[in-house]
């Protein structure tokens, strides 16, 4: 789902739009019908398009354009929203992941700064152990 902003206001009538698309109305009426866009409603039942229909239009148009047919300019529509919903996923993804990082950096430094200066850092391999040793059975 997008986010709203005046591209979603309502501004412009069927035949307004229609030119603004470079198309005849009656296109604009079978891509409602296909359900390709959906233009608001007054509350006389006027349909009413916002600059993200008409942008939206003028997309269907390129499809076609193209060769596609509306059952591909359908299929294409679809992908395209799918993949700006995983883009926005990505993007607060990406954004937890640099929250964690941050927390986790300043953790380190909180560790390392509560570390004994005194104590001496030894590796593992020259660690001796001193005492009885168990016999295994």
């Known amino acids: ?6 591209n979603d206001r309502p501004l ?3 035949s307004v739009a229609a030119e603004l698309a470079g198309m005849h109305p009656q296109t604009l009426r ?8 959906r233009p608001q409603r007054t509350a006389g039942k006027t ?3 916002s600059q993200h229909d008409v942008d939206r239009l003028r997309r ?14 359908e299929r294409v529509l679809a992908m395209e929203a799918q993949l700006e919903a995983m883009q926005r996923q990505m993007q ?5 992941l640099d929250e964690a990082a ?8 909180r560790v390392e700064r509560s ?9 593992r391999s020259q660690v001796v152990h001193i005492g009885r040793r168990r016999r295994h059975a």
């Open 1 to 6: 789902m997008r986010p709203t902003d005046d």
């Open 12 to 14: 412009f009538m069927i």
């Open 60 to 73: 269907i148009q390129q499809l076609t354009e193209l060769g596609l047919n509306l059952a591909g300019v």
């Open 102 to 109: 941050e927390v986790m950096r300043r953790e380190v430094e």
């Open 47 to 49: 349909r009413r398009y």
């Open 30 to 37: 079978l891509y409602e019908r296909r359900g390709l866009v």
């Open 115 to 123: 570390q004994r200066r005194d104590l001496v850092p030894v590796a």
């Open 92 to 96: 607060v993804l990406q954004q937890r």
